[in-house]
């Protein structure tokens, strides 16, 4: 593993190219595009404002940078470094922005959700859609980008539209019977949409392309409910977080009540875990073992309890999941056995993990200077080498999954992994 | 008949007993008489005898003779006189009347004695009978307490308990009282919240109009040039045609993923009626040959021959047309069959040898697994035993073969085999020499007696050459002589191979 010099770096806006030979980062309001491999500069644009987000287009010729206090969103290219686009949403302020699939059209999110507004880098043409929904996730396009699922909330009633990429006309509209919509996400095959409702209640239904509802999952009443959601990998399975420290994994086909198979978190037992101590290995301790227990303020709202990450491996083996009220341990499960595989128990509370893009390879951060992949094979921690401080809270791995950007506060560094032969 | 009176006669102050007499009185009698009779004292030991003869003193004899046979009459012995009226007494009578009395007195005495007897038999029955009570008036008391604790206790238990399902019907009552709460709240914020996001949205809708309205030049995308599309072509306009294409593309989209999901499941399915079908023809491998017991297995021969009937229908069909509902009903049914015959097969088989190893299996074909391994570990023994003996016998020869070859020793060896044979040797020929020397004696007596016996054959010749009736017996002794020596010679020639022999042998 090759570690990187530290690079400079504001608002853990790392991002790595869809094609995979840039890498862009944010000092402040400038943008710094690097070589991957070399981490050469290539290009630096200096933008109007502090930047606050930044988004590769999906042929990686583009990159918007948002600024949201200012509500500016500046688009540059890299083919032609002069080239340069001006989106100004003046007094109707931004809140979020992000580009189309086709990599041509730019959604920004006006300030109160007022309105989303389609900018057309093609065309001079601009499109409205009016009520979108005020929600974590509002906005969720195919895999392959061809449909996009807007969420928008009318007369206190939420409804979900169906919307053409290639020429933005409206596909479906109808509602859903939440009570608040939280977030939709789309299935990996394009097919199937899940939507689910507020935390106060916990409600996911399912609706297909055309609009029709397939099916409604409610595990119970009047608890906190969903908390997080995973689609598997090949669009049969849905994982479903909750705050009740359970997964439903649950079978897309099939009717509720048959086929769901609950994992819970039980704080006394684990198959085998490995502890991090501070030589920086990791331990393999026997079961029972019991791990630190958070019990959240109860009269606050958002409590850090329940399932709050969830993640599936790219190979639809193994579920990587985090539940908050134990923050230091990753566990991960074995999907075809359906059973506990392993847990990884850390010192610090874990920032965040994400599974390599290609293989079953897990790469987790807990906030302090050390990286930790695990794979079926085993685990490693490593250090990174740096002289001052480099609290890594954030990560994410090239598409190839060769290397992978360590994000601190302040600073990154770029991991080289080594590539492991394919016989 | 006079009257009777009885009377209790007054109590003697001396030591003895008291006897209560009743003496009848009678009015005829003389009043001095009985008056003296009444106010005789009671008898004692002492003065029994005065009381005795104060009945009867020398004056009133006659009058106490007649009393007395009066009294006797009346108790229906015979008279005491001898005739129905006259002064001479019976003695026999009386005798009698004096045994009787004597009897009478006894059995009274006895009856007496029975009654006392039972008397206090009663008494100390009475005794027992009243103890016994006292004890279980005690015992009926102890427990009437003991119930009265126990009632008290169940009392209070049940009061208890009563408590208890008070404060769990109190309990669920306020669960369901906070549900309610809960669910109330619920609506209200509900509420609240739709009110709320009313006003919310009308402020927006404010907002939105004041913003559309300003039209901010602010408001602008500045771009240097306009970009391609991505994928190179024009922009299309928007009219029905392209709403129609888009619905169209859709549905395209939800049939490409059904499509390949069925495609997936017939895939799946090809594969598992295949191992379906191998495991029918495996499992009909395993199952034992039906076919010679008929009789027994009747139920599962039509079975196995539907079954085979099966696997020749299914080899001549094609793979898609066992899709069909019947068909595939069939193949799982005859599987499920199989399978079921199978497991009963080997749970036979186990309660077969669970039975051979509890030993109850009485069949000569099959040995018992101890007596098994008893015979083999008996064989074993056996081999090696004669291993060790070949060994040993092994080692013996080539001790013998590859003993050291030292000269000294080799001769000293053969001198010591020698000596031996040389003394064995003498020894025989000690032997020989004796029987020898034995054997001349017989010679030598032999030779003798022939000599004298044929001189007194020639003498007798010589006298009896006149006579001839000596001459058969002459020629018997003659021939008797010479079988005699016959053998003699015989026995010496054999005596003689035999030294030979013994000679050879040495």
């Known amino acids: 593993m090759d570690f990187s010099e530290l690079f400079k770096l504001s608002g853990l806006l790392g991002r790595f190219s869809p094609d995979g030979k840039c890498l862009a980062s944010c000092v402040q309001y400038r943008l710094i595009i690097r070589d991957v491999n070399t981490l050469q500069i290539l290009q630096l644009y200096t933008c109007l404002d502090q930047i606050q987000y930044i988004e590769w287009s999906s042929d990686s010729l583009f990159i918007l940078c948002a600024m949201y206090k200012r509500g500016i969103v500046q688009v540059w290219s890299l083919e032609q470094p002069d080239w340069h686009c001006k989106i100004d949403e003046g007094s109707a302020g931004l809140v979020a922005s992000c580009w189309s699939p086709d990599g041509r059209h730019i959604l920004n999110t006006t300030e109160f959700h007022l309105r989303i507004t389609v900018w057309s880098l093609c065309t001079k043409s601009v499109s409205y859609i009016k009520y979108p929904k005020a929600c974590q996730q509002g906005i969720a396009f195919t895999k392959d980008g061809r449909y996009m699922a807007v969420a928008e909330r009318r007369d206190c009633k939420d409804f979900v539209s169906l919307f053409v990429c290639s020429n933005w006309q409206l596909l479906r509209h109808f509602d859903t019977e939440t009570q608040d919509l939280f977030g ?163 010192l610090c509370a874990i920032q965040s993990f994400q599974w390599d893009p290609r293989q079953p390879r897990l790469a987790v951060c807990t906030g302090n200077s050390k990286v930790y992949l695990w794979s079926p094979a085993g685990c490693v921690s490593v250090q990174v080498p740096t002289e001052g401080d480099f609290q890594i809270v954030s990560l994410c791995w090239h598409p190839s999954g060769d290397s992978m950007a360590l994000l601190s506060k302040d600073n990154f560094c770029v991991c080289y992994l080594e590539r492991e032969e394919v016989k | 008949m006079g009257d009777w009176k009885t009377v209790a006669v007054p109590v003697l102050s001396s030591d003895s007993k008291n006897i209560f007499q009743y003496t009848s009185e009678k009015k005829i009698s ?84 029975e009654v006392e007897m039972q008397h206090l038999k009663l008494g100390s029955d009475m005794d027992h009978l ?128 059904y499509e390949q999901r069925q495609k997936q499941l017939l895939l799946e399915n090809a594969e598992l009626k295949k191992v379906l079908q191998q495991m029918k023809k495996e499992i009909i491998s395993l199952l034992p040959p039906q076919k010679q017991k008929p009789k027994e297995r009747c139920e599962d021969g039509p079975v196995l021959s539907d079954l085979e009937e099966d696997i020749g229908e299914f080899n001549k069909e094609n793979m898609w047309e066992l899709s069909c509902e019947t068909v595939r009903e069939q193949l799982t049914n005859s ?110 007596s032999f030779t003798e007696a022939a ?19 000596m001459e058969d017996s002459i020629t018997i002794t003659l021939i008797q002589t010479k079988n005699y020596l016959m053998r003699v010679v015989c026995l010496l020639l054999s005596l003689y191979r035999e030294l030979v022999l013994l000679l050879c042998k040495t």
Not at chain 1, 330 to 339: A, E, G, H, S
Not at chain 2, 161 to 169: S, V
């Open chain 2, 451 to 469: 000599i004298r016996l044929g001189l007194e054959v020639l003498e007798k010749w010589k006298g009896i050459r006149k006579g001839t009736p």
């Open chain 1, 184 to 346: 939709i996400e789309w299935a990996p095959n394009g097919c199937i949409l899940a939507v689910w409702d507020t935390c106060l209640e916990y409600k996911i239904l399912l609706y297909s392309l055309d609009g029709r509802l397939l099916s409604t999952y409610q595990a119970y009443e009047w608890s906190l409910g969903i908390k997080s959601i995973a689609w598997s990998p090949s669009s049969q399975f849905l994982a479903i977080g909750s705050y009740d420290e359970k997964i439903v994994y649950k079978e897309v086909e099939k009717s509720p009540s048959v086929e769901t198979e609950r994992f819970s978190f039980p704080p006394t037992r684990a198959l085998a875990s490995s502890v991090f101590s501070t030589q920086s290995k990791y331990d393999i301790s026997q079961v029972p073992v019991s791990f630190q227990y958070i019990k959240p303020v109860a009269d606050r709202a958002n409590p850090k309890m329940g399932i709050g990450m969830l993640a599936f491996s790219p190979d639809n083996c193994f579920l990587a999941t985090r539940n908050d009220n134990i923050p230091n341990a990753v566990w991960i499960w074995d999907i075809q056995k359906l059973k506990l595989f392993v847990v990884l128990e850390q």
């Open chain 2, 335 to 444: 599987i499920r069959k199989q399978w079921r015959m199978l497991k009963n097969h080997v749970e036979k088989l186990d309660n077969q040898v669970s039975r051979v190893h509890s030993g109850a299996l009485n069949d000569k074909d099959v040995i018992s697994r101890e007596d098994h391994e008893l015979e083999t570990e008996k064989l074993e023994l056996e081999i090696q035993q004669c291993k060790e003996m070949i060994k040993t016998q092994q080692q013996l020869l080539q001790q013998q073969l590859m003993s050291p070859c030292d000269d000294d020793t080799t001769l000293l060896l053969q001198d010591c085999y020698l000596l031996e044979e040389r003394e064995r040797l003498q020894e025989e020929w000690r032997l020989f020499q004796e029987q020898k020397k034995n054997f001349e004696k017989e010679r030598r």
């Open chain 2, 30 to 113: 003389p009043p001095n008489m009985n008056a003296q009779v009444l106010r005789l004292p009671l008898p004692s030991s002492k003065s029994m005898h005065s009381f005795f003869s104060a009945f009867c003193t020398e004056e009133n004899i006659e009058q106490s003779i007649s009393y007395l046979n009066r009294e006797l009459t009346t108790l229906g012995f015979p008279s005491i006189y001898a005739e129905s009226k006259g002064k001479e007494l019976n003695l026999i009578s009386i005798i009698n009347c004096m045994n009787e009395l004597l009897v009478l007195q006894h059995k009274n005495l006895r009856a007496q004695e």
């Open chain 2, 130 to 257: 009243q103890n016994c009570y006292a004890k279980l008036k005690e015992q009926l008391e102890l427990s009437k307490r003991e119930i009265v604790g126990l009632q008290e206790r169940d009392r209070q238990l049940q009061s208890k308990n009563r408590n208890l399902h008070q404060l769990l019907k109190n309990e669920k009552d306020e669960v369901q009282k906070l549900q309610n709460i809960i669910s109330s709240r619920a609506t209200q914020y509900n509420h609240d919240m739709k009110r709320k996001e009313r006003e919310y949205n009308k402020l927006k809708e404010r907002l939105h109009q004041l913003v559309m309205n300003k039209k901010d030049k602010k408001i602008a995308m500045e771009v240097l040039n306009y970009v391609g599309r991505a994928d190179g072509k024009r922009g299309a306009w928007r009219t029905d045609k392209t709403e129609a294409r888009n619905e169209e593309q859709m549905y395209k989209v939800l049939l490409n993923d």
